[in-house]
C-alpha cells in the first residue's frame, strides 16, 4: 500500500520568508513517481513538478525548489522569498509505475502575510 | 490550447436526485482519472479509464457510482440517489498515456452540493 504523509496542515509566514513543506512517502515499490500539486483559493489543481525515484538531484524552478532524499523517504518543496500569491494548499502524490493513480497527501495550507 | 474541460462547475442535487458530472480531457489525451475531494480532506483516487474501458475502478465506492468514457463525448462520472454523503468536490484529470506515470493534468473541478 502507498501512503503519503503531510504533516504540516498548515503554515503561516510574513511575505519575503523561506518556507519548507515537508512530505513523507510509503511504498514497496522501487520505480515509483512523486509529485507536487498547488491548490490555490480558486480551487483548481496546478501541476508543480514530477521526480522519478531513480533522480535524487535536486530541482530549483526560480523561487521553488524541491530536496529529494530517498533514504528518509522525503521530497520537501521550498519557496524562497514568499509571496501573497503562493497562498495556497500544497499536495504532495504518489504514483508507482502502474500508472494508475495518485496517492495524495491531505495537504498543507500556506498563508502568506503581507 | 485548452485544458481539461469539467461542467458543471456547481452543481446542487436535492437526496435521491441523480448527478451527472462531464469531463473533456486535453486534446491529445486519452487517459481520465477522476478524483474526490471531500471538504478539508486531499484527494482520493476514484476511476482509472481510457476510451471506452474501465482499467481500475478500486476507488469507487461499490453502489450508486459509475463511470464511462466512449468512443465519442466526454467522460461521466454518474451518481444515482445522491445523499449528503456525496458533496464533494470532484476532480478530473487526463493524461496523454498510462505508463510511465506521465503528469495528470486537472480540471477546474464540480462542486457538488447535495440538500
Known amino acids: 500500500a502507498q501512503k503519503v504523509t503531510q504533516a504540516q496542515t498548515e503554515i503561516s509566514v510574513v511575505e519575503k520568508e523561506d518556507v519548507t513543506l515537508d512530505c513523507v512517502y510509503e511504498t514497496r515499490d522501487t520505480t515509483y513517481y512523486l509529485f507536487w500539486y498547488k491548490q490555490p483559493p480558486s480551487g483548481e489543481l496546478v501541476f508543480l513538478i514530477r521526480?522519478?525515484?531513480?533522480?535524487?538531484q535536486n530541482e530549483i524552478s526560480g523561487r521553488y525548489s524541491w530536496n529529494f532524499q530517498k533514504s528518509t523517504s522525503s521530497f520537501n518543496f521550498t519557496i524562497t522569498a514568499s509571496q501573497v500569491v503562493d497562498s495556497a494548499v500544497y499536495f504532495c502524490a504518489l504514483n508507482n509505475n502502474a500508472g494508475n493513480m495518485l496517492t495524495f497527501g491531505g495537504g498543507t495550507r500556506l498563508m502568506v502575510k503581507p | 490550447n485548452a485544458g481539461v474541460m469539467q461542467n458543471p462547475r456547481h452543481l446542487v442535487r436535492r437526496r435521491g436526485q441523480e448527478a451527472r458530472l462531464r469531463c473533456s480531457p486535453m486534446k491529445g489525451h486519452s487517459h481520465v482519472y477522476w478524483y474526490r475531494q471531500l471538504p478539508e480532506e486531499g484527494l482520493k483516487f476514484m476511476v482509472y479509464?481510457?476510451?471506452?474501458?474501465?482499467?481500475?475502478e478500486s476507488g469507487m465506492p461499490k453502489e450508486r457510482f459509475s463511470a464511462e468514457f466512449p468512443k465519442e463525448g466526454p467522460s461521466i462520472l454518474r451518481i444515482q440517489q445522491v445523499v449528503r454523503g456525496d458533496s464533494a468536490a470532484y476532480f478530473c484529470a487526463s493524461s496523454p498515456r498510462g505508463q510511465p506515470p506521465y503528469e495528470q493534468y486537472f480540471g477546474p473541478g464540480t462542486r457538488l452540493t447535495v440538500t
Open positions: 521526480r522519478n525515484s531513480f533522480d535524487e
Open positions: 479509464l481510457q476510451k471506452e474501458n474501465i482499467i481500475d
